[in-house]
C-alpha cells in the first residue's frame, strides 16, 4: 500500500505541479545514470499515456475542484485531502462528507490499478529511493514537466 501512495503522491505532483524559472536540461553523470536516466523516463512515460493513469488523473482532478472551487492555494498542513475536507466542508463544492469520501475512494482504488499496471516504475522508484539516487527522478520529472508545460 506504501508504493501504491507513493507512487500517487509522485503522479499528482509530477502532473499538477507547476513553477516559474529557467529550466536547464539534465546533464548527464555518467553511463549507469544515463541507463537508468532513460529507463525512468520510458517508464514515466509509458505510465502517463496509460488509460489507467488518464482515469485516476480525471477523478483526481474533478476531486481537487470540489475541495477548491475556487482554485486558492490551499495548504493542507500534511494531511490528506479527504481529512481536510471532513473539517472543511463548507469551504468545498461537496454535497456532504459522504460523498467526498466516496469519490475518494474512487481515486484509491484507481492508484492501486495505475500501481499495479505499472508495478516496473513503482519498483525502479523504490529502488532509486534506496539507493539515494534521488537525483535522476528529479531531472526525469523535471523534463517531463519542461516537455509538457514549456517550463
Known sequence: MKSNILILFVCIVSSSYSQTFEYQLPQPKDSAYTVKFNK?????VKQYNSESYKKMKNLNDAFMDKVNPDHTFLDFKGVPPIDWVKGNLEKTAFSSYDDAK???AEIE????FVAAENGALTNMILELVKNKEH???TDVLME???AQYGM
Open 135 to 137: 537525483e535522476i527522478m
Open 102 to 104: 466516496k469519490e475518494y
Open 109 to 112: 482504488k484507481a492508484a492501486v
Open 144 to 146: 517531463l514537466m519542461h
Open 40 to 44: 525512468l523516463k520510458e517508464l514515466y
